[in-house]
């Protein structure tokens, strides 16, 4: 199974920037894409942004469509959400996860990471 580590939230300002990375440990040909989700206090987690190992296709979820970019190194086993322009309301946990099938339902992820804060002040 894939194992995933997030890394590089953390705390910032309206309009600020944060990159976000998430590790993959022992990929294998099971593992077809990568998504990032996040989950804010008292809310379900949603699908943020998800890219193919192979091709690099994307896919985004409407509102984050602009802001946000997720790209990968496959030498490193490594998938990146470029966060721009962040407001209050991007404040969540952030998750990545692995799937077999490019979807962007949460249903079809099968591994997850812990997740990481990113906290955006007003």
């Known amino acids: 199974q894939v194992q995933l580590v997030e890394s590089g939230g953390g705390l910032v300002q309206a309009g600020g920037s944060l990159r976000l990375s998430c590790a993959a440990s022992r990929r294998t040909f099971n593992s077809y894409a990568v998504g990032w989700f996040r989950q804010a206090p008292g809310k379900e987690r949603v699908f943020v942004a998800g890219i193919t190992w192979g091709t690099g296709s994307t896919d985004y979820a409407d509102s984050m469509k602009g802001r946000f970019t997720i790209s990968k190194d496959n030498a490193k086993n490594v998938v990146y959400l470029q966060m721009n322009s962040l407001k209050p309301e991007d404040t969540a946990v952030y998750y990545c996860?692995?799937?077999?099938?490019?979807?962007?339902?949460?249903?079809?992820?099968?591994?997850w990471g812990q997740g990481t804060q990113v906290t955006v002040s007003s």
């Open positions: 996860a692995s799937t077999r099938i490019r979807t962007m339902k949460k249903e079809g992820y099968n591994s």
